[in-house]
């Protein structure tokens, strides 16, 4: 079946704008992730949603940084004002459920603020 | 914090075993072992996970130290495709939190 989906694959954008991206997760799965990859870097967890339940934004890094989760099912994160520090890419991830389950990853929106 | 400490790089030969080692000295009685890894340009793909016991699928084997202090990745024929980084993450139970290292960048030659 179809894995995660993640869209742009790639941005570009001029510091101070703000961008969108968005995340389609496998049909089915109630729980879905942000993640954040530097260079080099292993993954910053930024956000969890699961089910109707109220979101962990506790790995927001400022309040810069918003994600919202419609109808249950795809996700947007939002970064207001970017910087240069910003640029990375932005992985999604989905499980079944949330806990123990496997997570699935989308490839990842490249992120390079100019 | 990542809660575990892995080699940087490694090299395997094609077709040879490849054995990835991590050590999660402080790891907790209700804390798993999760492999990942990540090929170039990719997301991360799950691999295995285990408790206390050898773990085996149709990608990898998982052998965990009775004491739990460590545990090897083994890829019993690598290929060419199995270059990636690889992660070891030590996750609690019903906790969907994985801490994530820098891993281990694995390069398999011909």
């Known amino acids: 079946g179809a894995g995660v989906s993640q869209s742009p694959s790639n941005k570009v954008t001029e510091k101070g704008k703000d961008v969108e991206l968005r995340c389609d997760p496998i049909?089915?799965?109630?729980?879905l992730y942000w993640y954040r990859q530097s260079l080099g870097q292993g993954l910053e967890f930024l956000i969890y949603f699961q089910g109707n339940s109220a979101p962990d934004k506790s790995g927001l890094p400022s309040d810069r940084f918003s994600a919202e989760r419609t109808g249950g099912s795809v996700s947007t994160l939002t970064i207001q004002r970017t910087q240069q520090e910003d640029s990375a890419v932005y992985l999604c991830?989905?499980?079944?459920?949330?806990?123990?389950?496997?997570?699935?990853f989308g490839p990842g929106t490249r992120l390079l603020v100019l | 914090d990542a809660k575990t400490t892995q080699p940087p790089s490694m090299d395997c030969a094609e077709g040879r075993a490849a054995n990835l080692p991590c050590n999660h000295s402080?790891?907790?009685?209700?804390?798993?072992v999760y492999w990942y890894r990540q090929i170039h340009s990719q997301g991360p793909q799950y691999i295995i996970h285990?408790?206390?016991?050898?773990e085996t699928n149709e990608m990898a084997s998982l052998i965990i130290t009775e004491d739990r202090k460590s545990s090897t990745l083994i890829l019993p024929h690598a290929t060419l495709r199995d270059t990636a980084v690889y992660y070891c993450?030590?996750?609690?139970?019903?906790?969907?939190?994985?801490?994530w290292g820098a891993g281990t960048k694995l390069i398999i030659k011909p």
């Open positions: 991830a989905s499980s079944s459920t949330g806990s123990a389950e496997t997570q699935y």
């Open positions: 285990g408790l206390k016991n050898n």
């Open positions: 993450i030590v996750r609690v139970y019903f906790s969907y939190q994985l801490i």
């Open positions: 049909s089915g799965h109630t729980a």
């Open positions: 402080t790891i907790s009685g209700n804390e798993y």
